[in-house]
């Protein structure tokens, strides 16, 4: 019978090569793990949102052409489609 007793709290620790400090914000999907200092949350969730989009437009393009040098990263055709296309779902948000 194996019992574990907490050695310590609240101090920072290593956790799969990352150092975590008391306050950090865990995230985690499928794909991995985060870890992000409160002060960086604000901008964690800008960027990620923006990311989500990005990502919505090049994953439906893909499926639509198999462009894969044009779509994923987007080259600066893509990019121009995507900013076209990200105006757009703006205005329908509207």
């Not at 574990?4 to 400090?21: E, R, T």
């Not at 437009?57 to 044009?70: A, P």
Request: with cysteine; net charge negative; charged share 30%.
């Amino acid at each position: 019978h194996f019992e574990m007793y907490p050695w310590d709290y609240n101090v920072p620790v290593a956790c799969g090569g990352a150092l975590v400090f008391p306050g950090d914000i865990i995230v985690g999907d499928d794909d991995g793990v985060v870890v992000v200092p409160p002060k960086l949350a604000d901008q964690v969730i800008e960027y990620c949102g923006t990311r989500e989009g990005r990502e919505t437009f090049e994953r439906q393009k893909l499926e639509e052409t198999g462009d894969i040098e044009k779509y994923y990263p987007l080259n600066a055709e893509g990019q121009k489609e995507y900013e076209i296309w990200l105006r757009a779902q703006e205005n329908d948000d509207s």
